[in-house]
């Protein structure tokens, strides 16, 4: 009898080599190849200790630093003030109630939504299923823009309702909650309908035939073997929450450790307290992520053959079909709110939706004012400059180090494997003011590439900085889904080139490549577009207007009166175009695979 692992089982991806490269290989070509191989492991780790580990390490350093002007000193004292200072106490706590409460309503919201997916057919099911994914196109600082014309006090919703609820003032928090639940979701219904996917059909009619009703067996049969993939996505959507900037920003909550340290960023050179934050924010991300994966969301379960769920799923028609049909029409309508919002911003003259249900006067002219007025053009140009060399970065990293996971068993994978992977559970902010106290350092900030990159100067140049904060951020959706292929496609088609008398070079140049074409065009499509609108980097990173990326350009344009909100909000239309396009693009070519990308 043949067991299968639980594949939604968090940790490093499982690889089996081609039988290939286990065959006995006597001679001085296989210690060759191995020295090759052992030299393409070290480079590739190099670089990401470079690229990932030595920033978060500086940064943790530097929350330790007696003396920070000159890097002098040990003391714990800067951390104790973080815990002390009434203001930052407030401020970790209000971090963490976000998170928890955006990670409880993403998963409410999610779950009934995949059990039902998983279980039954009913009118516009595929429709529905898509839909539910939208919110993936739009970050959620993008969106609070949107939210804030409906729901604000002098917003849609009040207009119609009559009222004059202040759920932007008085209940700020929840706003802020609403916008992150309805843009995260998604990510946990993927991750559990992958887990739903996987289960034995035969469980649940065991415990059925046992007399146990629907609600016994979800409680103590379902929801138990699917906690894995639950959680999974819940560890995503909580660092993310807690670790979120840009909507607190765009609705004005500077009370959250994100926006303390966003604003502590000129005083990164003489203040240790910006480095503490961030090391608590970290060392929090870390606890969440470790918590997730090993207490709460506990060890898969081994199944006994592959689930066979299309067979298994019961039809609902007339009331049932109805209200299942219902539920996914409700929680898409819920979830598109802001995307409908920024699209009516966008699309509103001027000071004409104010205290209206629907906009006194349309225009089209904000979108040509996106595309044709100077800071808003060059912030496009920059993005597409900046994700576009990012993504190449990125393939062609991306492709070496699948092919060291997946076709040699050289020692020292799993270490590669884990700091690729890596980047899901850091959040972006630390990353991000790592690299501002990289540019602080030799070779950078007076030394020989100060220059060449550089952040906090006179006349600074964060490009390269950016490039590379964008192509470690988004390396792990390349590597994802370059593996998937690798593991797809047979080493024996590249071992009959290579005894024909090819290169292994050659060999997968001509024969790997082309068969896994559709995962690196996926993986590159989604390290492009999650790239163009990538949040924290581009507002930590780029200081100048000429050097904005476009969410930092939104931010500015969200900021500046009159038409502002308008031209930022049409910038974003632009932006939720190209997502879409995108992710529709990668689940037509990833498939199902699709939620394996934002598993940690």
């Excluded at 600082?141 to 604000?152: E, K």
Aim: hydrophobic share 50%; aromatic share 10%.
């Amino acid at each position: 009898m043949h067991y299968y692992a639980y594949p939604i089982k968090l940790g490093p991806i499982q690889t089996v080599p081609y039988a290939g490269s286990m065959l006995p290989d006597i001679g001085q070509g296989r210690w060759w190849r191995l020295s090759v191989q052992y030299m393409l492991l070290a480079g590739c780790i190099g670089v990401l200790m470079l690229l990932l580990v030595y920033p978060i390490l500086l940064t943790v350093r530097g929350g330790f630093y007696e003396d920070v002007a000159k890097r002098e000193g040990f003391t714990l004292r800067h951390l104790l003030l973080v815990f002390e200072d009434p203001r930052l106490r407030i401020g970790l706590f209000n971090s963490l109630r976000l998170a928890v409460l955006t990670t409880i309503s993403a998963i409410l919201i999610a779950l009934p939504l995949a059990i039902v997916s998983a279980r039954y057919r009913f009118p516009g099911k595929s429709f529905f299923s898509a839909m539910v994914l939208v919110p993936l196109i739009l970050p959620p600082f993008v969106g609070a823009i949107g939210m804030r014309a409906l729901i604000g006090r002098e917003g849609a919703l009040n207009a119609l309702l009559g009222t004059d609820f202040d759920i932007l003032g008085d209940a700020r928090i929840f706003g802020v909650v609403l916008v992150q639940a309805f843009s995260l979701y998604p990510i946990i219904y993927l991750n559990a309908t992958a887990a739903l996917a996987n289960l034995d059909p035969a469980l649940d009619e065991a415990a059925e035939n046992l007399g146990a009703s629907f609600w016994k067996r979800l409680w103590s049969v379902t929801l138990p073997l699917v906690r894995p993939g639950v959680f999974a996505g819940g560890t995503i959507v909580f660092i993310w929450s807690f670790t979120e900037l840009g909507t607190p920003l765009m609705f004005d909550y500077p009370q959250v450790t994100a926006v303390q340290i966003f604003n502590g960023l000129k005083e990164v050179e003489t203040s240790a307290k910006p480095y503490a934050l961030t090391v608590v924010m970290l060392t929090t991300a870390i606890l969440a992520y470790f918590l997730g994966k090993y207490c709460f969301g506990g060890k898969a379960y081994a199944m006994y053959s592959k689930a066979s769920r299309a067979g298994s799923e019961k039809p609902l028609t007339g009331g049932p079909g109805i209200l299942a049909c219902a539920a996914f029409a409700l929680v898409s309508f819920l979830a598109l709110l802001p995307h409908l919002g920024v699209i009516l911003t966008s699309l509103s003259s001027t000071g004409q939706w104010y205290a209206t249900v629907l906009p006194s006067s349309f225009t089209t002219d904000h979108f040509k004012e996106a595309l044709t007025a100077t800071d808003s053009f060059t912030a496009i140009t920059n993005s597409l400059k900046l994700a576009g060399a990012a993504m190449v970065v990125n393939i062609a990293f991306g492709i070496l180090i699948s092919y060291l996971l997946v076709r040699t068993t050289v020692k020292g994978r799993a270490i590669l494997d884990g700091l690729t992977m890596l980047p899901l559970a850091v959040p972006g902010l630390v990353m991000a003011f790592g690299y501002v106290a990289m540019s602080l350092r030799w070779p950078f900030g007076d030394g020989p590439l100060g220059g060449f990159a550089s952040v906090i100067a006179v006349d600074p140049n964060p490009v390269p900085f950016l490039i590379g904060a964008y192509a470690v951020r988004r390396l792990p959706y390349v590597v994802r889904s370059t593996v998937a292929g690798l593991e797809q496609t047979s080493g024996e088609l590249e071992e009959a080139a290579v005894n024909l008398g090819a290169s292994r070079v050659t060999a997968i140049r001509r024969v790997i490549l082309p068969l896994i074409v559709a995962n690196l065009i996926a993986g590159g499509l989604l390290v492009f577009s999650f790239s163009m609108l990538e949040v924290s980097d581009s507002l930590i990173l780029a200081q100048k207007t000429e050097d904005f990326p476009i969410t930092k350009a939104i931010l500015a344009f969200g900021d500046r009166l009159g038409d502002g909100p308008h031209v930022a909000s049409a910038l974003g239309v632009w932006g939720m175009a190209l997502l879409t396009v995108t992710i529709f693009a990668s689940s037509l070519l990833l498939g199902k695979k699709l939620g394996s990308i934002f598993r940690v």
